[in-house]
């Protein structure tokens, strides 16, 4: 069981806008930034968004984040086929004095 | 360029020790924390533990899962990272990440390993 809770699968059809959610508490998405991985198959994860919605340098602006209260969403525009793959949320939780991951969700472009 | 190389992985049987290392360069290896993340096979990502630089005391912070059992520590003068692991448990099976952190107010992972295998099994 996931301190954080996202779905475990989401899909979309090439060029439609796919959102993935995120669940936390006060004691991590509600004060701590969140941030977003993905994982391509066979690879290592990989930084995809961090702050809450930064998008590092090399990550297509396709990719946003956004947060409310103790909530947060990835959206993908444009999906395209090699957007296929696992995407975790994640945050430091003040209560624990970890890192908490969500259990990810399984992305399929039909 | 950023490089984090994993070593160290490989069967181990219930009860026994392992230690990893992550070789880094590219970087000013003592101005980061360094974390360990680990994904048991087919499953999602777990965080293990960090340990701050050497302006925060080296401090350490481990998951529930591994406190007591896993000890992280790190020579900068020789830009590594280890994880020292006993007590293993079958649950402890996992592809183990070395992640550098951010150096900024907001910490995040921002730099993976390709991780290293360890199986803990009779």
């Known amino acids: 069981q996931s301190v954080l809770t996202q779905p475990p699968s989401a899909s979309g059809t090439p060029g439609q806008r796919v959102t993935i959610s995120c669940s936390g508490s006060s004691s991590n998405i509600g004060i701590n930034a969140v941030n977003w991985y993905q994982q391509l198959p066979g690879a290592a994860p990989r930084l995809l968004i961090c702050c809450d919605n930064q998008g590092p340098s090399g990550v297509p602006d396709r990719f946003s984040g956004s947060k409310s209260g103790t909530s947060a969403s990835l959206a993908i525009s444009g999906l395209q086929s090699e957007d296929e793959a696992d995407y975790y949320c994640?945050?430091?939780?003040?209560?624990?004095?970890?890192?908490?991951f969500g259990g990810g969700t399984k992305l399929t472009v039909l | 360029e950023v490089q984090l190389v994993e070593s160290g992985g490989g069967l181990v049987q219930p009860g026994g020790s392992l230690r990893l290392s992550c070789a880094a360069s590219?970087?000013?290896?003592?101005?980061?924390?360094m974390d360990w993340v680990r994904q048991p096979p087919g499953k999602g990502l777990e965080w293990v533990g960090r340990i701050r630089n050497r302006a925060n005391s080296y401090t350490t912070d481990y998951a529930a899962s591994v406190k007591g059992r896993f000890t992280i520590s790190r020579d900068d003068s020789k830009n590594s990272v280890s994880l020292q692991m006993n007590s293993l448990k079958t649950e402890d099976t996992a592809v183990y990440y070395c992640?550098?952190?951010?150096?900024?107010?907001?910490?995040?992972?921002?730099?993976w390993g390709q991780g290293t295998l360890v199986t803990v099994s009779s």
């Open positions: 992640t550098r952190v951010h150096s900024g107010g907001f910490k995040y992972l921002q730099h």
């Open positions: 994640a945050a430091w939780d003040d209560s624990l004095n970890a890192m908490v």
């Open positions: 590219g970087f000013t290896f003592s101005d980061h924390y």
